[in-house]
């Protein structure tokens, strides 16, 4: 079985111990609060 995705924004993964957090958009707020939280995404765009 093959799934395909379309994206309504750009994804951005995030990973901090047991937590992952998947973010759709392109807020760089959003963006640098997770990557503050978080550290640097570890796949996404």
């Known amino acids: 079985m093959r799934a395909w995705f379309t994206w309504v ?3 951005h ?3 901090e111990g ?3 957090v ?3 958009g392109a807020d ?3 963006l640098a ?3 503050e939280l978080l550290g640097p995404q ?4």
């Open 9 to 11: 924004a750009p994804p």
């Open 13 to 15: 993964f995030f990973q």
């Open 18 to 20: 047991r937590v992952l």
């Open 22 to 24: 998947l973010y759709a």
């Open 28 to 30: 760089q707020t959003v």
């Open 33 to 35: 609060a997770l990557t």
């Open 42 to 45: 570890y796949a996404g765009r």
